[in-house]
């Protein structure tokens, strides 16, 4: 949902009128037309007094001499005729002017839309800071270091988990101050909206790093094996193997997908895989029970509250897409959840809110943007709030929403497709702002 990919239709995914030309106003001879008359009796140009009241003597004089009107009329020998105003090269001016600060202007938009970022942050014209002050930090968040992780690795992490203002302001600490720290393998408890230097000084401290098994809410099995087989000294493979038969666990399902139970978890190496793999599930199934689910709808609920965990971030959000997921059921309409089709298609990792095309259109059971329903099964594993969320949605009559600024998570909810699509664009402008940001594609 976020339905808030570029084009969603039902999918939880405007013209300019010409005006009438004015003709021109033709400005040939309106100077003239407007030009005072000259003073009869003004001075001439050399100081010579101008015709008289007598002239007409004068006229009558050089008529007995043989003059002819024509002549009196003639500029005399030595003055130069009054030239005509050429209008014709000043508007050539003025149009080739015009052209040039209107190209200049285009050419600015482009670039700056082009190379904004880069530009901006080469002169520090970027208004948008990168880092976050110090102070701002708040709350907790968890991120997983893996082994063989690079600093660039590390900073999409911190990023992704909202520790960090941008995704690479870590890494760019790092390569300016030739840093090349090494990170133990495991997870790591920070806060979130913290400066880079501040990040970077916390995962040097042990206390940081957190004992045994942990791993956020959110996360998918194939992310959850790799901590588990970090932390038990064992290999990965030894891990997914454990996991395949959900029957091992007493769970009547597909898959152990949704049955793990995010959290921190105390083990050291030696303990049995298997192990902390019932405790996991057991955990969920405590959960579940305490929200009032009977057993033969736990799957269910978990596949709800799965979905929510990978589309809300706020809270009240995580009972608001609750509703939207229950109305939109409840009309038998397609759910059209991004989160599942990109689950289903191998790509939910690539921290994308947009589906590729490939994602929308694959046949496969996860994907609700092709089948009626919910998924087959869960996405991910969810927490205590995202099952109570399912159990319990707001109020409400929305039918779509999406995330229209991924930095802080703002969503937009709404009961009709138009009303969604303006929020689409909204979604749309904030990544064409912001077109370094992850998740815009």
């Known amino acids: 949902m976020r339905d808030q990919k570029p084009a969603p239709a039902e999918s939880t995914h405007p013209r300019t009128v010409p005006t009438a030309a004015t003709p021109a ?5 309106s100077a003239a037309q407007f030009a005072p008359p000259s003073s009869a009796g003004a001075p001439a140009p050399g100081g010579d007094a101008g015709p008289s009241n007598d002239s007409v003597h004068s006229y009558a004089a050089a008529a007995a001499s043989g003059s002819t009107l024509e002549s009196l009329l003639t500029p005399a020998e030595g003055t130069a005729a009054r030239p005509k105003k050429r209008r014709g090269g000043a508007i050539a001016i003025i149009v080739i002017i015009v052209a040039l600060i209107v190209a200049l202007v285009l050419g600015g938009m482009w670039a700056a839309k082009t190379y904004g970022g880069p530009i901006g942050e080469l002169l520090g014209w ?6 976050y002050e110090s102070g701002q930090a708040t709350g907790e ?5 893996q ?3 690079t600093g660039w690795e590390v900073s999409q992490a911190l990023y992704e988990a909202d520790v960090t203002r941008t995704e690479s302001v870590f890494y760019d600490m790092l390569v300016d101050a030739q840093q090349n720290p090494e990170f133990r393998p495991g997870m790591y408890e920070l806060q979130r909206m913290m400066t880079a230097s501040a990040a ?7 206390e940081a790093r957190l004992p045994g098994v942990a791993f956020p809410e959110g996360y998918a099995n194939d992310q959850i094996a790799p901590v588990i087989a970090t932390a038990l000294e064992v290999p990965e493979g ?3 193997a454990a996991l395949e038969d959900p029957s091992d666990y007493g769970v009547d399902a597909d898959s152990l997908e949704g049955w793990l139970f995010p959290g921190t978890y105390e083990y050291t190496p030696g303990t049995e895989v298997t192990t902390v793999i019932q405790d996991l599930v057991d955990r969920t199934r405590s959960t579940l029970e305490d929200a009032g689910v009977p057993e033969d709808r736990m799957q269910r609920v978990l596949t709800i509250a799965s979905i929510l965990e990978r589309e809300a971030r706020a809270e009240e959000d995580f009972y608001r897409v609750s509703r939207v997921i229950q109305n ?6 397609r759910l059209q959840m991004d989160s599942t089709a990109q689950y289903g298609y191998g790509e939910m990792h690539d921290g994308d809110v947009f589906s590729s095309a490939e994602a929308l259109e694959d046949d496969n059971a996860w994907n609700t943007y092709a089948h009626t329903g919910l998924p087959v099964g869960p996405i991910s594993n969810p927490g ?11 109020d409400g009559n929305w039918l779509y929403f999406v995330t229209v600024n991924l930095s802080s998570g703002e969503t937009r909810f709404a009961s009709t497709l138009a009303e969604h699509e303006e929020y689409v664009a909204e979604l749309q402008q904030w990544c064409a702002d912001n077109p370094d940001e992850t998740g815009c594609g």
């Not at 970027?126 to 880092?131: F, R, V, Y």
């Not at 968040?141 to 270091?145: E, H």
């Not at 970077?200 to 042990?206: A, Q, S, T």
């Open 126 to 131: 970027n208004s948008e800071p990168t880092d």
């Open 147 to 149: 082994q063989g992780d």
């Open 141 to 145: 968040a968890v991120i997983m270091i």
């Open 384 to 394: 205590a709030l995202a099952i109570d969320a399912a159990v319990n949605p707001t």
């Open 328 to 333: 939109r059921l409840d009309d038998d309409m």
């Open 200 to 206: 970077l000084e916390r995962l040097e401290d042990p």
């Open 238 to 240: 030894e891990v997914v």
């Open 25 to 29: 106003r033709e400005a040939s001879g």
